[in-house]
């Protein structure tokens, strides 16, 4: 039994949720994060944990440094550090720029960007060998949506997603020789729940005809690209963005 742990951000649900239980299938010890449904992270933990893995579920907010640095303590009595899937995120109900309030853009960069890169900023400071860590990698959730802008539906998350496409570039860059890997992943039209969060549940099917393999993805699918960014297959593997999108 190894003690390396990865944090996953927002792991209750979603595509963190198939990470969770993929990475403790490869015998990671997994710190689940989640937002406010404890129920949910709790049913992931009970899921690891009956096939003999190890899961701890700690309520973060990323959108609170405070949380932030409660998370990433809980992390440090599991095992060591190696891994960190900065998964949660948020997206807002259908508008247009000259509609959003400023409540509402503040919240999306403090949860998408913001949130992101104070977690990173935790595990660098874990994972470097300037730091006297043993190396490890770092992988962000972006979206196709930094590439195709997402008019007249939530361009402020966007661009939040375009600020997570230059943060890995630029944070792999910056601890490329001290251990760490950093890579993102821009998944397209994915079935989880958080169209239903943005207003529209079924926004994944209703625009699949628009996905050059004319379907959505699954949360299982995005978890095989990030365990594989997680894992020595990908050891030359660092400051790239992966598109898993079905060619959207
Ligand atoms: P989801 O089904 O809505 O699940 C979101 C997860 O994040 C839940 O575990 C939730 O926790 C957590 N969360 C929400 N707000 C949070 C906050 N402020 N702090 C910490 N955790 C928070 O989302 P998903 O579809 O799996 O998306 C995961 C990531 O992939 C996001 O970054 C998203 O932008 C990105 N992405 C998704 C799609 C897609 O089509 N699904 C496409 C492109 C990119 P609770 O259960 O406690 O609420």
Redesign the pocket.
């Known amino acids: 039994m190894t003690d390396k742990v990865v944090i996953i951000?927002?792991?209750?649900?979603?595509?963190?949720?198939a990470t969770a239980l993929a990475a403790a299938a490869r015998g990671y010890r997994v710190c689940v994060?989640?937002?406010?449904?404890?129920a949910?992270?709790q049913s992931v933990v009970s899921a690891i944990e009956a096939k003999n893995g190890k899961a701890i579920a700690v309520k973060?907010?990323?959108?609170s440094e405070k949380?932030i640095l409660a998370l990433f303590k809980a992390a440090d009595a599991f095992g060591t550090l190696r891994a960190l899937v900065?998964?949660?995120?948020?997206?807002g109900t259908t508008s247009r720029v000259d509609e959003m309030s400023s409540e509402r853009i503040q919240r999306m960069m403090a949860?998408?960007v913001t949130?992101s890169i104070l977690c990173a900023r935790e595990a660098v400071k874990r994972m470097s060998t300037r730091h006297g860590g043993k190396g490890g990698v770092i992988v962000n959730?972006?979206?196709?949506?930094a590439k195709l802008g997402s008019p007249n539906t939530y361009v402020d998350?966007a661009a939040s997603?375009g600020a997570i496409d230059s943060f890995t570039v630029g944070l792999g860059h910056e601890v490329a020789g001290e251990g760490i890997r950093v890579a993102a992943i821009?998944?397209?039209?994915?079935?989880?729940?958080?169209?239903?969060?943005g207003g529209e549940p079924d926004r994944?099917h209703r625009l699949s005809h628009m996905v050059p393999m004319k379907r959505?993805?699954t949360?299982h699918e995005?978890a095989n690209a990030i365990i594989w960014l997680m894992s020595d297959d990908a050891s030359y593997v660092t400051s790239a963005i992966l598109d898993v999108s079905g060619g959207r």
């Open positions: 951000t927002g792991g209750s649900r979603g595509i963190g949720r994060g989640y937002a406010s449904n404890e949910a992270a973060c907010d990323v959108g949380d900065n998964n949660a995120g948020i997206v949860v998408n949130g959730l972006s979206s196709v949506a998350y997603k821009r998944p397209g039209l994915i079935d989880t729940e958080i169209h239903a969060s994944a959505v993805g949360a995005i």
